[in-house]
């Protein structure tokens, strides 16, 4: 596995949109508070040329467009990491334009971003053995103040540290809108992690996951490379990080079966499950719950559910293919990064 170097002091951060962009509130001004807080904390950005663009359906641009920003700002010495500016629908679309032979050659770059962007981050593990960051997007990094969780991704960002950990509440509903650009997470829920079967658990594996609303669509592509990545950390074992956003209760059980039947949970230790933003609906007498486990349990590992990453804030980062040691001790998981 390939991890990128960390981000310096008075590094470059380049900022790219292969899915949206930042051309609405309440995200384009919190785009640019970001990049105002950063100046200040004294980091140079370097733009993609799509950041503020709204040309495209479901992304911001055109595929192949977006597609050329991420090959050109991947590969560039003109900037040290890669934030995405935003989420969407069709970042799929870029992939076939995506030159991941080229991106495969060049030094390892971390790419961090959130839910779309699971067609990268997921696709940089399996297809160029490199690790990335599922954690927030840049317009996140604009809020005032920052919660604890845009603090630890952006020092695991830069390599001042080496863990994630949950957090005490969680975000129902957002106040955020175009009238409060900056506002912070709406914390109004206490954080209750779901452990199936019901104990404390330890594990360590190399993550891997994203959303499972954009997982569903790789199985049989000619992307899915995911029995090769297993196999080959087979010593290793997988833990399986995984959140949706569009998806109902239903939908998660059927994306869950198709990746079950499809091969990609052979050498799994455990899976890890972020809240849905489907949160304590139910569907012909299913819950969130039973449409995970009734399809996992036959793994016998470890499920761990209602997580702090995902849709629903606030969300720990993730690295995406790397090693890690965790443990889920009473109401709290605690996450060691050991980069192997």
Not at 38 to 50: C, F, S, V
Request: hydrophobic share 35%; charged share 25%; glycine share 10%.
């Amino acid at each position: 596995m390939r991890y990128p170097k960390f981000l310096e002091k008075n590094g470059t951060i380049g900022l790219v949109a292969p899915s949206f962009g930042c051309t609405i509130e309440p995200y384009k001004s919190a785009f640019e508070n970001a990049l105002k807080k950063w100046k200040k904390m004294g980091y140079k950005t370097d733009l993609g040329p799509n950041c503020y663009e709204s040309k495209g359906i479901g992304i911001s641009n055109t595929p192949k467009l977006c597609a050329e920003e991420l090959n050109e700002w991947y590969c560039s010495d003109k900037n040290d990491v890669l934030i995405a500016c935003g989420g969407g629908e069709l970042m799929c679309e870029i992939v076939p334009f995506l030159d991941f032979e080229r991106m495969k050659h060049v030094k390892p770059k971390w790419y961090m971003g959130l839910s779309d962007n699971t067609n990268f981050t997921f696709l940089a593990n399996i297809l160029m053995d490199t690790a990335a960051i599922y954690g927030p997007n840049a317009p996140a990094f604009g809020m005032e103040p920052w919660h604890e969780s845009i603090t630890d991704a952006f020092n695991l960002l830069c390599g001042k540290t080496k863990q994630a950990h949950g957090y005490d509440m969680w975000e129902l509903e957002g106040l955020k809108d175009e009238e409060h650009p900056l506002l912070p997470y709406n914390l109004t829920e206490p954080v209750v992690i779901k452990k199936y079967p019901d104990k404390d658990v330890e594990l360590e594996g190399r993550l891997l996951g994203g959303c499972l609303d954009i997982l569903e669509l790789y199985p049989g592509t000619r992307y899915d490379k995911v029995k090769e990545f297993s196999e080959k950390y087979k010593e290793d074992g997988i833990i399986w990080f995984l959140e949706s956003c569009d998806l109902n209760i239903m939908g998660i059980r059927r994306a869950l079966w198709r990746l079950k039947e499809s091969g990609w949970f052979s050498h799994v230790k455990g899976f890890l499950i972020g809240r849905p933003l489907c949160f304590g609906t139910e569907l012909f007498g299913c819950n969130q719950y039973d449409a995970v486990t009734d399809l996992l349990k036959e793994f016998d590992v470890p499920i761990i559910m209602d997580l702090d990453f995902g849709h629903l804030s606030p969300k720990m980062p993730l690295i995406s293919g790397g090693t890690a040691k965790i443990k889920v001790m009473g109401n709290q998981i605690d996450i060691l990064y050991t980069f192997k």
